[in-house]
């Protein structure tokens, strides 16, 4: 979503992620990204996410009440 032309997945699937609290599902998301350490992909998604501000947009929408950057993970099978 942040560019014109989609390029193919570059981190192994994760997982599907659903919360009604934005800021709680994109910093999830985000940890998990952080967590994966053994991906070769983990890196270039890294740099995308940091070249574009991703965590500080993160912490501004928390600080101005959008929602919080607390979570719990539950995994559904």
Known sequence: ???A???DPCIADIGILVSTDPIAIDQACIDLV???VDDPGRDHLL???ESRNG???IEAAAELGYGSR???L???E
């Open 5 to 7: 032309v989609a390029k």
């Open 47 to 49: 740099k995308r996410i």
């Open 74 to 76: 539950i995994e559904i």
């Open 1 to 3: 979503d942040c560019c």
């Open 70 to 72: 607390e979570y719990e």
């Open 34 to 36: 952080y967590a994966q």
């Open 55 to 57: 965590v500080l947009t």
